[in-house]
């Protein structure tokens, strides 16, 4: 069964470093999507994502944010500038159609020290 | 402000038994509600999508319902399971087109135990 994939699975990076979250959605999806899960807290929706633009971001997706569908396969979340707070686990869901049933990779924790 | 409160925020109960999980929600304007599983450190997994139409659907051991005028909606769990044990999340999707944004409500806790 095809499913979304997230890499790495746990990311460790010193405050100021930029990092990449990677996912590959679901090949025959249009619509990809980010949220974000602080430790103990509920999931946030960050960004949507279709036809190589952003369909709509929350107030957390400010301007240290960046999405990017490079080629084909892969969706990427960019955090210029990372801070202690954006310690959390990244999740990247992707859907045929929106509104519609969306798919969660298993998510990417980061650690932000 | 759109907003999802679910309760309880745990609940432990013995396998066998069944369970009923409740949801509130404030979103406008209203697409659909979905019922999520999560475990511990996982991505959510759908359980069940419902419309504005749609009153009550089934997902094996799982029924959700939605009362789309008192915003209100369950989630029944039948013969539970130690497997059962998660978070389980109600999530209500707004607007239409092209942006679909999902406000997630804090989760309900169960704990299937023996």
């Known amino acids: 069964e095809p499913e979304v994939t997230q890499t790495p699975s746990h990311q460790v990076t010193q405050m100021g470093q930029e990092v990449i979250l990677r996912c590959v959605p679901i090949s025959n999806h249009l619509y990809f999507y980010w949220y974000r899960q602080i430790l103990g807290q509920k999931v946030e929706f960050l960004v949507s994502?279709?036809?190589?633009?952003?369909?709509?971001k929350s107030e957390i997706f400010d301007d240290q944010f960046s999405v990017e569908r490079p080629d084909g396969s892969n969706f990427t979340l960019k955090i210029r500038s990372t801070k202690l707070e954006d310690s959390a686990m990244y999740f990247c869901?992707?859907?045929?159609?929106?509104?519609?049933?969306?798919?969660f990779g298993p998510g990417t924790r980061l650690t932000v020290l | 402000k759109n907003q999802v409160e679910q309760s309880p925020q745990s609940l432990i109960i013995l396998e066998g038994k069944n369970c009923t999980l409740q949801?509130?929600?404030?979103?406008?304007?209203?697409?659909?509600l979905r019922w999520y599983k999560q475990d511990t450190g996982r991505g959510p997994v759908s359980l069940t999508i419902?419309?504005?139409?749609?009153n009550t659907k089934s997902n094996g051991r799982y029924t959700a319902t939605l009362d789309a005028d008192t915003k209100q909606s369950s989630l029944h769990i039948t013969a539970s399971q130690l497997s059962d044990s998660a978070s389980y999340i109600c999530?209500?999707?707004?607007?239409?087109?092209?942006?679909?944004?999902?406000?997630f409500g804090t989760g309900t806790r169960l704990q299937v135990t023996l």
């Open positions: 949801c509130n929600y404030t979103v406008s304007p209203f697409s659909n």
């Open positions: 994502f279709y036809n190589n633009e952003i369909s709509e």
């Open positions: 419902m419309t504005f139409s749609e």
């Open positions: 869901a992707s859907s045929v159609l929106a509104p519609g049933e969306q798919f």
């Open positions: 999530v209500v999707s707004a607007g239409t087109g092209t942006a679909s944004k999902l406000t």
